[in-house]
């Protein structure tokens, strides 16, 4: 069975998916960058970017896990973009430049509709204006048979969470503290949801945990 | 300097300290102990409680530092025991028998007055109702220019945070969800109140972050 799942998620010691006043420069909110320092010396992290090197092992290994076997992307649209409200024209075309790191479609969280965006080496954005169930509907369908990755941010996640839509969970736990920000499991109880911690591994970097149904 | 200290404090992944339904069955609430799942096997609980044997490495490193010259402890009323209101009586000593693991002043917050209890092995209960900065006060005293370390639970921990009073936290994050409980840092900024993390070690049961001022 296909599977819907966060995946290389970053939180804090205080529990922060994202840092506060989300901007163009900030696009994981003040201090927020820090949640990924482990993901960024990474062999799958820099092939990504069109780099070669990296380090391998175990940020490494999760960090490749949560690109395999992916067949679509949701995404809220501040993890889109930082433009809110309407769009005012078709010129922000994601944080990634003309060939994201998708390579497969993307379903985009928006109070409001705009065509699809085709990009280079397989992503195509599509903007979901009916909900979550729409976009996940939209992402299973499109994914033919693999798993479906909810990218985030921190709200678009928590509201999968709490609509008991997901099967599994990724978190990287950085020791970083944030102190504000978006929180992302206060008030979700994961174990009446049904979840339980099925994997846990530490690296230097992060303690990366595998929360399963 | 001394310090005054939180040490081997037990926080779950989503950031409980304590289980819901305190008791007398579960001191830490239903599926708290989970939290603690990392000190039992190390060589210095077992000896703590008059066993041999135990676990050195990186788990027994950390629970021998949070004994290291402390002392004087600040307990609040929940960690002492189950009694809730005033005393009924004065058969209550506490969760550990005749000779508890302090084996120093230990000073209890309580709303409700009742003589000091002198223990087996140099721990004695002193209850404290004029509030944390008293009981700070008479800790700092007693400790004789050794640290004071506030023992929990987690809403003592929070209270001596909010207040600006502690220098050094150290958590030990366990790979368990709670779901429900007692969150620890909801609510506090860390890096507002001057803390940033400045060690994190990882065991295969827990990732150990110390945080300080």
Redesign the interface.
């Known amino acids: 069975m296909p599977r819907v799942k966060v995946a290389s998620f970053g939180m804090s010691?205080?529990?922060f998916s994202a840092g506060p006043r989300q901007s163009l420069d900030d696009p994981l909110g003040v201090?927020g960058t820090s949640l990924m320092g482990w993901v960024f010396p990474t062999r799958t992290f820099k092939q990504m970017h069109g780099e070669g090197g990296g380090e391998t092992g175990i940020d490494d290994e999760f960090a490749a896990r949560g690109f395999a076997n992916i067949g679509a992307w949701i995404l809220g649209r501040n993890m889109f973009g930082p433009v809110r409200g309407p769009w005012p024209d078709d010129s922000w075309r994601g944080w990634w430049g003309e060939e994201p790191p998708y390579h497969v479609p993307v379903f985009v969280l928006t109070h409001h509709a705009r065509d699809s965006l085709e990009m280079q080496g397989g992503t195509t954005f599509h903007f979901v204006t009916d909900g979550i169930h729409a976009a996940l509907d939209a992402a299973k369908q499109a994914a033919g048979g693999r798993d479906v990755r909810i990218g985030g941010g921190a709200d678009t996640v928590r509201q999968y969470l709490q609509a008991g839509l997901v099967d599994e969970v990724h978190?990287a736990?950085s020791?970083?503290?944030?102190?504000?920000g978006e929180?992302l499991?206060?008030g979700?109880?994961?174990?009446?949801l049904g979840?339980?911690?099925t994997e846990?591994v530490?690296?230097?970097h992060a303690?990366h945990?595998v929360?399963c149904k």
Chains 1, 2 share one sequence.
């Open positions: 010691i205080d529990g201090g978190l736990v020791s970083t503290l944030l102190g504000q929180s499991l206060s979700i109880d994961l174990p009446a979840f339980k911690c846990h530490t690296s230097p303690m945990v929360l």
